[in-house]
């Protein structure tokens, strides 16, 4: 079954302390990206992937770091967690087998919660 | 300015009734243009995809672009209380590797 796959769903940490949430996808698609989903703020990008050690920032990529060592693996790490990192995350994957139909697959989200 | 704008709602119609979705953007070089659903905790799902002016139909949905007027649309016929969800409207922006959302319309369908 094509899958984007993240682990954990659901987090509570304190500040400061270091968390990665994984995403894995299993479809070979070349591109991933990560959001943060906050109320009435809607889903903005974080950071994306074109390829294998091929990131870019999004438009808020403040507090996270990602790394792309492996095509189907697309953690997000925050090496400090604070407070105005509490959010819903979701990583996305994609095809690019035309310019202009990127249509995005969606993991099943990670509740964090940052005390 | 937000790059895509959507009313948050909620749009409530009832069961059987049509239900209009509607979005503008303001990036004249977006190209594609997405809407998808989202039930409460859930993830997006994509269930339309419109790229040229003019209407795209799939099922009881109804996906219409007005390039000249930066506007998307997204039309339920025959809405169900299923439906009830919240709809976010998506464009390419600054090329193919990024999507810009909106905020979503919740929309309810009473029975």
């Known amino acids: 079954e094509a899958q984007v796959t993240q682990n954990p769903r659901y987090l509570i940490t304190v500040t400061g302390k270091k968390l990665t949430v994984t995403c894995s996808q299993n479809?070979?698609?070349?591109?991933m990206s990560w959001y943060r989903q906050d109320p009435g703020l809607g889903l903005r990008q974080i950071y994306y992937?074109?390829?294998?050690?091929?990131?870019d920032k999004g438009d808020v990529p403040e507090g996270y770091k990602v790394s792309r060592k492996e095509k189907r693996n697309f953690p997000l790490i925050l090496e400090s967690p604070s407070p105005n990192q509490t959010s819903l995350y979701f990583c996305?994957?994609?095809?690019?087998?035309?310019?202009?139909?990127?249509?995005?697959?969606f993991g099943a989200g990670t509740r964090l919660s940052v005390l | 300015q937000k790059e895509v704008e959507q009313n948050s709602g909620p749009l409530s119609v009832p069961e059987g009734a049509i239900a209009s979705l509607n979005c503008t953007y303001s990036?004249?070089?977006?190209?594609?243009f997405f809407w998808y659903r989202q039930y409460s905790g859930k993830s997006p799902e994509l269930i339309m995809s419109?790229?040229?002016?003019g209407d795209k139909e799939d099922g009881r949905f109804t996906a219409q672009l007005n390039k000249a007027s930066q506007y998307v649309s997204l039309l339920i016929r025959d809405s169900q209380p299923s439906d009830s969800a919240t709809y976010l409207c998506?464009?390419?922006?600054?090329?193919?590797?990024?999507?810009?959302f909106g905020t979503g319309t919740r929309l309810l369908v009473s029975p």
């Open positions: 996305a994957s994609s095809q690019v087998e035309y310019l202009a139909k990127n249509i995005q697959y």
């Open positions: 990036d004249r070089g977006s190209q594609s």
């Open positions: 479809m070979n698609h070349e591109y």
């Open positions: 992937s074109m390829n294998v050690e091929v990131t």
């Open positions: 998506a464009a390419e922006g600054r090329g193919f590797q990024k999507l810009v």
């Open positions: 419109i790229y040229s002016n």
